[in-house]
């Protein structure tokens, strides 16, 4: 996103990049994190609630590291919402319903963007330079909202996959995997960083974006 605006300049089309970015950033990423915060607070367990987590205040939420991420090329993370497994009756099932509702939330998110780009391209095609800016935020803020669910679906931790997979691992070797949890979690940083990670993740979260595009456009198709 920032990334883009170096290397092409001040487009109108990197502008409205990097203006997603930041809409992101403080609005759809505290999402993600309330929705964690909600489904682990419904299903018994109120830590995060207690923690001061639940809640839309993305300064709750926001990791620096994680912010820069997301803003330089659309991957990143926020601070991970405490969980006390100890207080799900059914433990692992329970912490993957939690683990995965932050990345569901993204997807609904890039579904109602998509929805929201396709008014200009199908009312206002050919009306100027707003809808054209119109059309890039919140087609770019979906394709970020992917990038996010598909990253977090990693399953290495610390990332939400982990505590998905983990309801399929025998627990000696998911607790196995958590001892080098720090260990994985560098590893990652640098595979983001010389942009080792990125390209895969593109290509995943393109194939995803493609597909949740082709729902959103479909009312479109249909009725108009």
């Known amino acids: 996103m920032l990334l883009n605006l170096i290397r092409h300049g001040f487009s109108f089309e990197a502008v ?49 590291l994680g912010s820069i991420l997301i803003l330089l090329v659309g991957f ?16 692992k099932k329970y912490m993957a319903l939690t683990a995965f509702a932050g990345p569901a939330s993204n ?49 290495v931790p610390p990332l939400d996959g982990s505590r998905i997979y983990s309801s399929i691992l025998p627990d000696k070797y998911y607790y196995t995997i958590m001892q080098y949890e720090r260990q994985i979690m560098i590893a990652l940083f640098v595979l983001l960083a010389t942009g080792l990670l990125t390209r895969p993740l593109s290509f995943l979260s393109r194939f995803v974006f493609i597909g949740i595009r082709w729902l959103a456009e479909l009312p479109f198709r249909l009725f108009i």
């Open 76 to 91: 990143g993370y926020a601070k991970p919402v405490p969980v006390n497994i100890r207080n799900f009756k059914k433990r």
């Open 107 to 155: 997807l609904i998110m890039a579904f109602f963007f998509l929805i929201l780009s396709g008014i200009p391209k199908y009312f206002f095609a050919g009306g100027g330079t707003t809808p054209f800016v119109f059309f890039y935020f919140f087609y770019y803020a979906a394709l970020i909202n992917v990038s996010l669910a598909v990253f977090n679906l990693l399953p």
């Open 16 to 64: 409205a990049g990097v203006a997603a970015s930041v809409f992101v950033l403080f609005c759809t990423l505290p999402i993600h994190e309330f929705a964690h915060a909600w489904m682990a607070t419904k299903l018994g367990d109120e830590t995060a609630r207690l923690k001061g987590r639940l809640t839309l205040n993305p300064l709750a939420h926001l990791d620096p």
